[in-house]
């Protein structure tokens, strides 16, 4: 927690802490796209505490071996398999590598992300936000099509499923976030798409909207806030807590966990969805 925290900010630890893993994903291979900080490390750190084997992809390799180590130390296999996503060629040969590896995928986890700059819409130079969709809609699109095949062969229960990690950003009106928002909504419009095209094949698409996430990079810009506004930060965390009905803000975490409970089987039904993980600031 930042050292300017009052203690207006909950014990997020804690939280986190009263929570017992279960091996829902045991057999299971996930390949998780986005390792980084943050919600890629609890996404894969939490996926191997359910049991699952897991592919590590992003540009950095020394990003994927820390990844892997904790995976390992959970007693889970890692691959680890540099990759631009936006590359073709190389989404075949993560596919190639995670086949040869493993034999099987379970789940897609569509999660890297590019921030297009923060600037009112009209503003924004076109080749920006091509750049940005490049890797927030392009990229999930070519990984969902290439593991479609892998996918629909999965074992057990006939097709294995995709998730996209979008943002309630998606129901904002700030200008500043209109780049941002245009990625995620058409991320929104293709996990749709992608339900219904694959879905007679078995395969299930679902797409995650976490809210502000309390993570490193949120803590920092929460600190930025207060120095600007003369306020600590906990009350910054208050502000941006309050349109919320538990009065805080999620973890990554938090937002692992409930994204992962969409690749288990108790989510065998559920595809075409949009799950918010916002600590009830939006209802739909």
């Known amino acids: 927690m930042s050292p300017t925290a009052t203690s207006t900010v909950p014990d997020h630890a804690a939280i986190d802490a009263a929570y017992t893993p279960a091996p829902l994903l045991a057999g299971k291979v996930v390949v998780l796209s986005g390792v980084g900080p943050g919600l890629g490390r609890a996404l894969g750190e939490e996926a191997a505490r359910m049991g699952a084997d897991l592919v590590l992809v992003s540009r950095t390799e020394k990003r994927l071996e820390k990844m892997a180590e904790v995976v390992r130390s959970h007693g889970r296999r890692a691959l680890v398999v540099p990759t631009d996503v936006t590359d073709e060629a190389a989404q075949q040969r993560l596919v190639e590598r995670a086949l040869e590896e493993f034999g099987r995928v379970d789940c897609l ?59 309630c950003v998606q129901y904002s009106s700030q200008p500043e976030f ?56 906990g009350e910054v965390y208050a502000e941006k807590a309050a349109p919320t009905d538990l009065q805080r803000l999620a973890s990554p975490v938090e937002i692992a966990r409930a994204t992962l409970f969409l690749a288990t089987d108790l989510a065998s039904a559920v595809s075409g969805q949009t799950l918010n993980v916002d600590c009830g600031e939006f209802h739909s």
């Open 109 to 167: 986890i569509n999660n890297a992300f590019a921030i297009p700059p923060m600037d009112p819409i009209s503003t924004i130079g076109l080749e920006a936000l091509r750049a940005a969709n490049e890797t927030n809609v392009f990229a999930p699109l070519r990984l969902s099509a290439a593991f479609a095949d892998a996918l629909a062969a999965a074992p057990g229960r006939p097709g294995g499923s995709i998730i996209m990690l979008n943002s």
């Open 178 to 233: 209109a780049g941002y928002k245009l990625s995620k909504g058409a991320l929104a419009h293709l996990a749709s798409s992608l339900a219904t095209e694959l879905g007679p094949r078995g395969i299930r698409v679902n797409s995650v909207a976490p809210s502000y996430i309390y993570e490193d990079v949120n803590k920092a810009y929460f600190d930025w806030i207060a120095s600007e506004s003369g306020r600590t930060h």
